[in-house]
């Protein structure tokens, strides 16, 4: 992803439009996640070759055979962790970096962590670079988790998975939510939320989505 790019008022006004005609007018109505959007230098995230459709209406390539989400799913997934400000949050997949910044505009602290090496040095690169201090970063498979840091208030999983990780479970505080795209890894899925009661949990379906599968363990347990 090289050097992260400095903002212009022509990238000022990509996200002006982004904001208003593919989030706020499908119903994302958060202002602390709007003003997210709106803040966060998404062509900062993309390879430098894509940047001038760092603000289109879908995902972009970002190397591994990773993505970098489209605006709008960044957006309906931040909004349905419904945060307050005081969340402590685990991102699962951290990849471009991009959901990270913005949960990390909307929350107290967020953790989060990616497998693909080569994705977790250009993440955390930017990351630093953008300033983000309330961001830590780790390179390991994420479906084990950050036992040390739990629990956490909100869990993000940017992969699809077709079952709940048992240690995000046992990771998530009783009353937590955690968001997921759920079902066949290499078909579609159900964007769904998973909030946590006692030693049970309930699920919503939000919407269908297509997300590139969970690697590591989610893959081959063996």
């Not at 904001?19 to 202002?31: C, H, M």
């Not at 945060?83 to 989060?112: D, F, M, W």
């Not at 629990?151 to 968001?179: N, S, V």
């Not at 964007?191 to 919503?204: A, F, M, N, P, R």
């Amino acid at each position: 992803m090289g050097q992260v790019q400095k903002d212009t008022p022509q990238y000022q006004q990509a996200r002006e439009k982004m904001v208003l005609s593919q989030i706020s007018l499908r119903g994302i109505s958060d202002k602390k996640v709007l003003k997210a959007m709106s803040e966060v230098f998404r062509h900062s995230f993309v390879p430098k070759e894509l940047v001038s459709r760092a603000y289109a209406d879908h995902p972009l390539p970002i190397g591994e055979g990773q993505t970098i989400s489209q605006p709008y799913i960044v957006a309906l997934m931040t909004e349905s962790l419904k945060p307050k400000g005081p969340e402590r949050v685990l991102e699962i997949g951290t990849g471009s970096g991009y959901q990270a910044a913005i949960l990390a505009n909307v929350t107290k602290e967020v953790y989060t962590i990616e497998i693909k090496e080569k994705l977790y040095t250009k993440a955390n690169q930017i990351l630093r670079t953008l300033g983000f201090t309330n961001i830590k970063t780790r390179h390991s498979d994420g479906y084990f988790g950050w036992p040390e840091a739990a629990p956490f208030d909100c869990i993000m999983i940017t992969a699809a998975i077709d079952h709940i990780p048992p240690p995000l479970l046992k990771q998530l505080k009783d009353g937590g939510r955690l968001i997921l795209p759920l079902g066949n890894p290499f078909s579609y899925q159900n964007l769904s939320l998973v909030t946590k009661h006692g030693e049970d949990y309930t699920v919503k379906q939000i919407t269908g989505v297509l997300f590139v599968p969970m690697t590591g363990y989610a893959l081959d347990p063996n």
